[in-house]
C-alpha cells in the first residue's frame, strides 16, 4: 500500500514539471533573426535593404531606424517575406521619408505582429559612408601668402554634388562660401580639384593677417556635409616700406625737411606722419604715387614742423587692400636758430 502511494507521488510531481515546463515554453518571447546588413556595417548607397528571418504566426513587420536626425519606422506586410527561403526584405530605395544624415550612425530593429502576442529582433548599428571628407592640399598648414589671389587645392569625393570653400579672416565671422561644382573645380580622373580665390572679393577689401579656411562637401540628395580638417594662412599684404631720408637722429635747422624713400611697386599712396614729444601729431595729406615718384622714387617736403624732437614715419596704402604698411619710426629734431624763446633747445 504504501510502495503504491510513493508511485502516484512520483507520478503527480512528473506531471506537474511536464505542465511547467510547457507554460515556460508558451511565456518565452520569439526573437526575430536579422540577415543584413550585419552589426556594425558600413553602407556606401544610402539606398539600404534590410533583411530578416521570418518568424511563425507573424501577420505584419514594422522596421525602425534611429540616427542622429533621423528617426525612421514603416510597416511592412508579411508579403515582403520569401517563406521557402526565410528571408523577409525591404528597401529604403525611393521612400522620400527615409534621409539620413552623412557620417551618422545608425540603430535598426525589426518587430512583428503575431496572432498571440509579438515578436522582436535585437538592435544593430550602421556606419553611414556617403562621402569622403574632402583633403586639403595646399596651401600648406601655416602658409605665408603675398597676393590677394590665392590657389587652393584639395581631395574630393566623386559622389558629392558641391564643394564650399570657407574662410574666416583674422578670427572674426566666417565669410559666405564659395560654391563650386565638380566638374567646374576638379579633374574627374583624379577628384584633384583647384580654385582661385580672390581675398578682395569678401567685402571689397583682403584683409591683411591670419585667415583659417577649409572645405566642405555635400550631395543633393542628402542632408548633412563632409567637412574637411581646418589650416590656417597669413596673408602678408602690405610691404615692409623703409624710408632713407631724413636719416635717423638727424639734426636740422628748417622747418620743412625733405623726406625720401624709394617707391615699394605695390603702393598706391603715401604719407609722412609725425608726433613729438608732447604728443602732437602731424602729417600730410595722402598722395598718389603717380604725383611724388618718379623712376622708383619718392620725396615729399609739404610737412612742416616746429622745434623740437619729432618720431616720424612712412604710411602707404593699397585700394584693394584693408590697412596700412608702415615704414619704422626714425627721429627728427628740428632747431630753428632764429626761433622765440618758446622753442624747445637742442638737447
Known sequence: MFRKAISALVILVSLLVVSLSMAEGENTPVEITLLSPADQAIIADPSVTFSWMPVEGATQYRLRVRGDKLKYKVEVP???????????????????????????????????????????????????????????????????????????SWTGDIRASQFSLVFKPNKEGKTAPIKFTPDAACDTATMQCTATVDLTSFDGK??????????????????????????????????????????????????????YWEDSGVIDQYRIVARNQDGQQVNTPWYAVDDICEDDECELDTLVLSNGVWKWHLEGRISNIDGRAKSPSMTLIVYLPEATAEAMPLP
Open 78 to 152: 508579411i508579403t515582403a517575406c520569401d517563406i521557402a527561403a526565410q528571408t523577409c526584405a525591404f528597401s529604403s530605395a525611393g521612400d522620400p521619408n527615409w534621409k539620413p544624415m552623412l557620417g551618422d550612425t545608425l540603430k535598426w530593429a525589426v518587430a512583428a505582429k503575431l496572432e498571440e502576442g509579438k515578436a522582436f529582433s535585437p538592435a544593430r548599428l550602421l556606419h553611414t559612408d556617403f562621402l569622403a571628407d574632402p583633403g586639403l592640399i595646399s596651401p600648406v598648414n601655416g602658409a605665408v601668402i603675398t597676393s590677394t589671389m590665392v590657389s587652393m
Open 206 to 259: 583682403a584683409r591683411p593677417g591670419a585667415y583659417e579656411w577649409w572645405v566642405m562637401a555635400s550631395r543633393d540628395d542628402l542632408k548633412g556635409k563632409a567637412k574637411s580638417e581646418k589650416r590656417m594662412f597669413t596673408a602678408d599684404l602690405l610691404p615692409d616700406l623703409v624710408a632713407l631720408e631724413p636719416g635717423d637722429g638727424m639734426t636740422i635747422d628748417y622747418s620743412t625737411p625733405l623726406f
